[in-house]
């Protein structure tokens, strides 16, 4: 019944979107959150976060407690905050939902991916220790280790690195214990803290940095020459600012850049870009007390490249962002104002101006945490939605295009195939084209062939394209952010005179490829300015000469290899 109920909210309540619209919401008793999110190498999504879970009482046992203790020993196995590993597919289908069970409660914040499709998932205890454990593509835990200082610490990122291992970055407040190992106090009341693992999850070296301020860790990224930069907040007399640094491999520091301004500054995501510089998503209080964007890009050496400052009605924060590989960019966070809070999405040029903007969520609280750049240019968000009227809560996956508009569900090839037999089912009963279940399209109607050698359309060929395409094109649109490709294939018979076989060959496929030139070229020219540019971006034409000829009875049937054929590639 619980999954049942699950399923019921994936579908039924979601946003203020259409049912189409690829927006994941697991509504579960008390509050959960997603705080990461990678993509699998089989192309799905994985987020990490948080979920509750308590044991309630049950009326059915009717036993009663007169010892007060005696009631507590009974509850003690009472489950509370843990990890929670969770992975759709495009189609949205929850195949992963997984929670920890480790003994003491905790959090993750950071999920990296390893070699196997595994995961190192970086998190916490809620008592002050840092968690890192290593899943295989299951979600089963392959081993974890707690380490930290005597004192409180926390985790903020899990950065993934070059040589397979991760980074975790966060803070350690001051420790006054002779018994840790680091050094006997710190240096001032919170540290930055920083370990590093090998791909196997040993650990390398631990040390702890900052001022003789609070320093917190935010976020760091390795160099192209291995080397770290490390982002970090100095609080100190009632303001707060950013703190670079620049560190080896082996975490020896190579230089330590404190930014004081009058305005209280909070970094919030370093990445490296694509031409090796560094990008910052700070946040700023304006005068009118409200936090803005603000994006700095700067060099190997501490020079501020670019320093763009992102003004909108309402507070607003950026907590994730990624690069294009044309070096546009994507930022996720939240833009709040008096009433609720709203998830956000951005996208900006390389120069760092904003080019869209996108809200999400209900009249309640609703945050990006997270964001992770697709293989289709697609990107996957991950937060917490919060139902409207309600004080719970949930783990939220949302996937957008290049506008930062929300995408629609990846429909299976079933699904599609389903789809495009209902729609030529009239061609399919009278006997003009057949499909299969792998999206391909035949012509198998006599007169949709063609003749030996040709490759010149007829009138008949021309009409009934006409016809075929007023049905395929919208099919098409509508599922554009499902479809990679539309190939059209070229055939031809293996017969070619008496010409030896480099002749037949040779001949064979440039006819074949003629034939599909000739199908592409009607199709696309018939069709207007908006269908013409998806068809560029999605058609391609080959030509496989008698590779896939048509065998009926053990024998070519030479009429039925002469012809074109269709298939639709999904993402």
Do not use: C
């Not at 803070?171 to 240096?187: A, I, M, P």
């Not at 001032?188 to 003789?212: A, E, P, Q």
């Not at 700023?284 to 020079?303: A, S, T």
């Amino acid at each position: 019944m619980h999954y049942i109920l699950i399923i019921f909210f994936l579908f039924s309540s979601l946003l203020h979107s259409k049912q189409s619209d690829f927006s994941i919401i697991i509504d579960r008793p008390f509050n959960d959150a997603l705080f990461d999110i990678t993509e699998d190498y089989d192309r799905g999504m994985s987020g990490v976060g948080f979920s509750n879970n308590y044991k309630t009482s049950s009326f059915a046992n009717k036993q009663a407690y007169t010892d007060a203790f005696e009631y507590l020993q009974s509850v003690s196995n009472a489950k509370g905050s843990q990890m929670h590993l969770l992975k759709v597919d495009n189609s949205a289908n929850i195949i992963l939902n997984k929670t920890a069970n480790l003994t003491q409660f905790n959090e993750a914040v950071a999920v990296v991916k390893t070699p196997s499709n595994g995961y190192f998932v970086g998190g916490y205890t809620l008592n002050g220790s840092i968690l890192i454990l290593q899943l295989d593509s299951n979600g089963n835990i392959l081993f974890y280790k707690t380490f930290g200082t005597k004192n409180y610490d926390r985790l903020s990122k899990l950065v993934q690195l070059n040589d397979g291992g991760v980074l975790a970055v966060g803070s350690s407040v001051t420790s006054r214990s002779q018994h840790d190992n680091l050094f006997e106090t710190g240096l001032g009341l919170n540290d930055i803290y920083i370990s590093r693992f090998s791909k196997n999850g040993n650990l390398l070296w631990s040390k702890k940095y900052g001022t003789d301020y609070d320093d917190i860790g935010i976020d760091a990224v390795e160099a192209f020459d291995g080397s770290i930069i490390v982002i970090s907040t100095t609080s100190y007399d009632n303001n707060k600012n950013l703190t670079l640094m620049r560190v080896t491999e082996n975490g020896d520091k190579i230089w330590l850049k404190h930014h004081r301004e009058d305005e209280r500054i909070t970094p919030h995501k370093i990445i490296k870009l694509r031409d090796n510089n560094f990008l910052i998503s700070l946040s700023y209080v304006n005068d009118m007390k409200k936090e803005q964007i603000r994006l700095m890009k700067f060099d190997l050496h501490k020079n501020i490249l670019l320093d763009n400052k992102i003004s909108t009605q309402y507070s607003s924060v950026l907590k994730d962002i990624k690069e294009y590989s044309d070096s546009k960019l994507i930022g996720v966070g939240y833009v709040r104002d008096s009433y609720n809070t709203d998830a956000l999405a951005m996208i900006f040029n390389s120069e760092l101006n904003m080019l869209h903007q996108e809200h999400y969520g209900e009249e309640n609280f609703d945050v990006f945490n997270a964001v992770t750049i697709l293989h289709n240019s697609q990107a996957a968000a991950a937060g917490i939605h919060t139902n409207e009227n309600s004080q719970e809560s949930n783990m939220w996956i949302v996937k957008l295009n290049r506008d930062a508009t929300i995408a629609s569900k990846s429909s299976k090839a079933s699904d599609l195939f389903i789809e495009l037999s209902k729609l030529f089912q009239d061609e399919i009963h009278s006997r003009e084209l057949i499909i299969k279940k792998d999206l391909s399209i035949e012509f198998v109607d006599a007169m949709l062939y063609f003749e030996i050698g040709e490759y010149a359309l007829t009138r008949i060929q021309e009409d009934f394209l006409i016809r075929f395409s007023k049905k395929i094109m919208p099919f098409l649109q509508t599922h554009q952010e499902q479809i990679s490709t539309l190939e059209i294939n070229g055939h031809t018979s293996s017969e070619w005179g008496n010409s030896n076989f480099t002749n037949t060959y040779l001949k064979n496929e440039e006819l074949s490829m003629r034939r599909s030139y000739a199908v592409l070229s009607f199709i696309y020219l018939s069709q207007e300015r908006s269908q013409q540019l998806l068809l560029s971006k999605i058609i391609k034409g080959s030509g496989l000469n008698y590779s896939k000829k048509i065998i009926v009875n053990k024998k070519e049937d030479l009429q039925k290899s002469r012809r074109v054929s269709f298939k639709i590639i999904l993402n």
